[in-house]
């Protein structure tokens, strides 16, 4: 129920649930329409409820969570990492017996009360590893060979995509997709490139590299900046993404020839769908949880991050720690031309 991004570092946990558990009810309850996105087609899960309960309000959000405790749940596992009491709430009122979470940082009495069994967090090890370590608390073990974050596209979304490029003529070209939002919750968004730095490197890149085309993907929070980096940028060269969901996104990014952000959701989804050159810019959110899972990527490094991410976040329910101006000033340090050379050198 946390980010969207968390949810698809949930599915290979998922798919051992299923592999550990093949006749049981696997159901997923995620908060975002793009979280629902991302597990539709799912074969190792038999539901998918969604609701947004910020949005809902109280009242509401708790009618709907005490209606899934018709489904009588056995177990229910609050998937790393999901700080905020709030989940252990959700999960108390839906009733499963056993309810399992990692422990946090801000863990304190009433979180205990509210499960049943916990577990220690490691942010030396990847998120998806950490939900691994919930399969022994329910009697199961780890059995795949592999394990990947999973997007089961179909060929409607195949479809889509070959259209899009046909369309725009793209075929055969050079095309770096690039994501200048992140999450909108606490303090998040200043973890963000500086949107005057991607509209400069886009000039750098429409001057110096008319073979790279560029593609600015995001949700409608983000179409205020893409009219921001378009004004500056070669309108034949440049062009905003409009998709109906993440799953028409995580297509058409699946074909880009190299991918660039910080760690957003849509860098977890480039890493899903195995795009080529994936790029990351260094945030202090960034962290050994979170680097994107089983895909190849190059690290564009923060000379004040300098792989310190633990010293900014930790998973204690809290904001990035600094000021507004020092976290701006941080990430302002990662320099247009740092970033320009490593995208063309591997273009």
Same mark, same amino acid.
């Given at each position: 129920?946390?980010?969207?991004?968390?949810?698809?570092?949930?599915?290979?946990?998922?798919?051992?649930?299923?592999?550990? +558990?093949?006749?049981?009810?696997?159901?997923?309850?995620?908060?975002?329409?793009?979280?629902?996105?991302?597990?539709?087609?799912?074969?190792?899960?038999?539901?998918?409820?969604?609701?947004?309960?910020?949005?809902?309000?109280?009242?509401?959000?708790?009618? +709907?969570?005490?209606?899934?405790?018709?489904?009588?749940?056995?177990?229910?596992?609050?998937?790393?990492?999901?700080?905020?009491?709030?989940?252990?709430?959700?999960?108390?009122?839906?009733?499963?017996?056993?309810?399992?979470?990692?422990?946090?940082?801000? +863990?304190?009495?009433?979180?205990?009360?509210?499960?049943?069994?916990?577990?220690?967090?490691?942010?030396?090890?990847?998120?998806?590893?950490?939900?691994?370590?919930?399969?022994?608390?329910?009697?199961?073990?780890?059995?795949?060979?592999?394990?990947?974050?999973?997007?089961?596209?179909?060929?409607?979304?195949?479809?889509?995509?070959?259209? +899009?490029?046909?369309?725009?003529?793209?075929?055969?070209?050079?095309?770096?997709?690039?994501?200048?939002?992140?999450?909108?919750?606490?303090?998040?968004?200043?973890?963000?490139?500086?949107?005057?730095?991607?509209?400069?490197?886009?000039?750098?890149?429409?001057?110096?590299?008319?073979?790279?085309?560029?593609?600015?993907?995001?949700?409608?929070?983000?179409?205020?900046?893409?009219?921001?980096?378009?004004?500056?940028?070669?309108?034949?060269?440049?062009?905003?993404?409009?998709?109906?969901?993440?799953?028409?996104?995580?297509?058409?990014?699946?074909?880009?020839?190299?991918?660039?952000?910080?760690?957003?959701?849509?860098?977890?989804?480039?890493?899903?769908?195995?795009?080529?050159?994936?790029?990351?810019?260094?945030?202090?959110?960034?962290?050994?949880?979170?680097?994107?899972?089983?895909?190849?990527?190059?690290?564009?490094?923060?000379?004040?991050?300098?792989?310190?991410?633990?010293?900014?976040?930790?998973?204690?329910?809290?904001?990035?720690?600094?000021?507004?101006?020092?976290?701006?000033?941080?990430?302002?340090?990662?320099?247009?031309?740092?970033?320009?050379?490593?995208?063309?050198?591997?273009?």
């Amino acid at each position: 129920m946390a980010g969207i991004g968390d949810t698809l570092l949930a599915t290979p946990l998922i798919h051992e649930l299923r592999a550990n +558990f093949p006749d049981a009810t696997i159901d997923a309850l995620v908060m975002w329409a793009g979280a629902k996105d991302l597990l539709e087609n799912n074969p190792h899960l038999n539901r998918v409820h969604h609701k947004n309960l910020i949005k809902s309000g109280k009242v509401e959000s708790f009618e +709907f969570l005490w209606s899934l405790r018709r489904n009588h749940y056995d177990i229910s596992i609050n998937t790393h990492p999901q700080s905020r009491m709030h989940y252990r709430i959700a999960a108390r009122i839906v009733g499963a017996p056993v309810r399992i979470s990692h422990e946090y940082e801000c +863990f304190n009495w009433l979180d205990r009360k509210l499960v049943t069994k916990t577990l220690p967090q490691d942010y030396t090890r990847h998120t998806v590893e950490n939900n691994f370590d919930i399969l022994p608390l329910i009697g199961g073990k780890v059995t795949l060979p592999k394990h990947e974050t999973e997007i089961f596209l179909t060929k409607y979304e195949e479809e889509f995509a070959r259209e +899009f490029f046909e369309k725009h003529q793209l075929n055969g070209k050079k095309i770096l997709g690039m994501h200048v939002g992140s999450g909108g919750t606490k303090n998040l968004p200043l973890k963000r490139w500086p949107l005057k730095n991607y509209a400069g490197l886009v000039r750098k890149l429409n001057k110096e590299r008319p073979d790279i085309h560029v593609l600015l993907f995001g949700g409608p929070e983000e179409a205020k900046d893409h009219q921001v980096v378009l004004a500056q940028s070669d309108r034949d060269l440049t062009m905003e993404v409009k998709t109906q969901n993440l799953r028409q996104t995580a297509v058409l990014i699946k074909h880009c020839s190299a991918f660039l952000s910080v760690d957003t959701a849509l860098m977890h989804i480039a890493a899903a769908v195995k795009v080529r050159n994936q790029v990351d810019i260094e945030a202090p959110t960034l962290n050994p949880t979170n680097v994107p899972y089983g895909n190849p990527y190059v690290l564009v490094k923060n000379p004040v991050v300098n792989g310190r991410g633990l010293d900014f976040y930790r998973y204690d329910g809290g904001d990035i720690k600094g000021t507004r101006e020092e976290l701006i000033a941080c990430m302002a340090s990662v320099k247009i031309e740092t970033v320009f050379e490593t995208v063309t050198g591997l273009l």
